[in-house]
């Protein structure tokens, strides 16, 4: 039976740097590898990709909705795997705080230069993503990128 993974992500722009993850090498989703802000959809917001990227990034980073502006859905990553689909919506915006960013378990939170991105070990599809991203600029609706 195929079973169906929803996930968010998240990158804050602060100036010409995204904040990113270092994802934890004890993890058994992209391990060390970089990462947006993000994670799995709770049931109760699988209408609601929104309501859980701004619960992931303040659980992972300690910023709150209010502290965001311009967040918008950019891309929607859809993948099938013989065991699964994966449905990933990825979200851009602006924190413009200076606040020291919480500890998480889940990797190791940096700042990194936009132009830096797309030389770091990261998943394949968001290599695709900022690659797009920087390439052709921003939409004014979702992209949807299949792989």
């Known amino acids: 039976m195929i079973k169906l993974r929803v996930s968010a992500g998240a990158y804050l722009y602060n ?9 934890s090498p ?3 989703i992209a ?5 947006g802000i993000g994670g799995h959809l709770e049931h109760s917001e699988l209408n609601d990709p929104t309501a859980a990227c701004l619960r992931e990034i303040d659980e992972e980073t ?6 965001i502006q311009d967040l918008r859905l950019r891309y929607i990553i859809h993948s ?3 065991e699964e689909i994966h449905l990933q919506y990825h979200f851009f915006g602006i924190y413009k705080g200076t606040k020291p960013l919480k500890r998480t378990d889940e990797g190791e939170l940096h ?5 830096d991105i797309v030389d770091l070990e990261m998943p394949p ?3 695709c993503l900022f690659k797009h991203y920087y390439e052709i600029g921003k939409y004014t609706r979702p992209f949807i990128y299949r792989c």
């Open 15 to 23: 100036d010409r740097k995204v904040l990113l993850m270092k994802r």
């Open 26 to 28: 004890n993890k058994d």
């Open 31 to 35: 391990p060390g590898l970089w990462a």
């Open 62 to 67: 300690g910023i709150k909705p209010y502290e």
């Open 80 to 82: 099938k795997r013989p």
């Open 111 to 115: 700042w990194i230069d936009e132009g």
């Open 125 to 127: 599809a968001l290599h």
